[in-house]
């Protein structure tokens, strides 16, 4: 299959190794054709590509960039993207720390139609309920058994290649319903990256709320507020990529080791302060 991935970074990255060692046709890009882009085409036999170009020819095209990046999406990408091709929307929005408030969202409209309306083409939304690391061989090869992720989409034919594809990354697909049902799977809903089974995750996904949570808006009632929200999260995540670099630099850990490990820390129920704290004493986990 010919496969196009728009964003190299920790999934797009991830997902151009996997499915180039699958033996498909991998095209990739990114938005400052960097030397990373290079390095990862010449690592995983991808041939690189522009914005612009990326979508030609493409049976499928993974969207795997900052929500906020979808705005600069140019026209030759949007118009050359052909109507039998599949889009697979893997993207989060962060308008906290990342993203900033993007108006339509922030109206009422949910993330995948929002980017639906800005490419003018159906997605399917997966690839996004997962921490990145649980795409690397390296921690798949740990796993006691496969993770399930959810597969959102209107389209069945295309929600069935898609799910192949998901079967294909190393996980089992769950039908998480329509593209109106994929807040079920996005950012603070129990499905979203908590590691679990299938039968785990449809029960997640039927629990999940369709209520936005204060951390998936960028909207406040002042500016002040607005401004100390940010400032906490951006905090938060420098500080997480902080302490990843100190436990991969002191226990030559992988990146995706560390990030895994980190995050179970987390899961442990600890506060960040008391995690961050030893991490940064000791350069290593309690
Ligand atoms: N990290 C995770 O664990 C995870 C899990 C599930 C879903 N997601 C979601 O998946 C998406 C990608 O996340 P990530 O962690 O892979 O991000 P990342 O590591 O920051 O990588 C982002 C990639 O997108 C490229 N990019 C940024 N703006 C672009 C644009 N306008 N046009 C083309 N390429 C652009 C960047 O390269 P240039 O800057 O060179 O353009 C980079 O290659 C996000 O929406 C994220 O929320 C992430």
């Known amino acids: ?160 290649l898609v799910s192949q594809l998901v079967t294909e990354a190393g996980f089992d697909p769950v039908d998480a319903g329509g593209l109106d049902e994929s807040w079920r799977q996005q950012p603070g809903s129990p499905a979203y990256c908590t590691d679990l089974g299938v039968e785990d995750l449809r029960k997640a996904l039927s629990q999940a709320t369709n209520v936005r949570k204060p951390e998936s808006s960028g909207v406040r009632s002042s500016q002040e507020e607005l401004a100390t929200a940010r400032e906490m999260q951006t905090t938060f995540f420098q500080t997480f990529t902080k302490a990843i670099e100190v436990l991969m630099e002191s226990n030559q850990w992988s990146e995706a080791a560390a990030t895994k490990r980190l995050v179970a820390q987390f899961m442990t129920g600890q506060s960040p302060e008391a995690v961050f704290g030893f991490i940064f004493e000791h350069k290593r986990l309690s």
């Open 1 to 160: 299959m010919k496969i196009s991935i728009l964003g190299t970074g920790h999934i797009g990255g991830s997902l151009a190794r996997t499915f180039s060692r699958k033996g498909h046709t991998v095209t990739i890009a990114n938005s400052s054709n960097s030397k990373a882009l290079h390095e990862l085409a010449t690592e995983t036999g991808a041939t690189p590509a522009t914005v612009q170009n990326i979508a030609q020819g493409a049976d499928v095209i993974i969207l795997s960039i900052p929500t906020k990046g979808i705005l600069d999406l140019p026209s030759e990408f949007i118009n050359s993207i052909a109507p039998e091709t599949i889009v697979i929307d893997t993207t989060n929005y962060y308008p906290l720390h990342r993203d900033g408030a993007i108006d339509g969202i922030e109206n009422g409209l949910l993330e995948s139609r929002w980017v639906e309306q800005q490419i003018k083409h159906p997605v399917i939304k997966t690839f996004s309920a997962t921490n990145w690391y649980n795409f690397t061989a390296e921690i798949q090869s740990e796993l006691p058994s496969r993770l399930a992720l959810p597969v959102s989409g209107d389209d069945p034919a295309a929600k069935a």
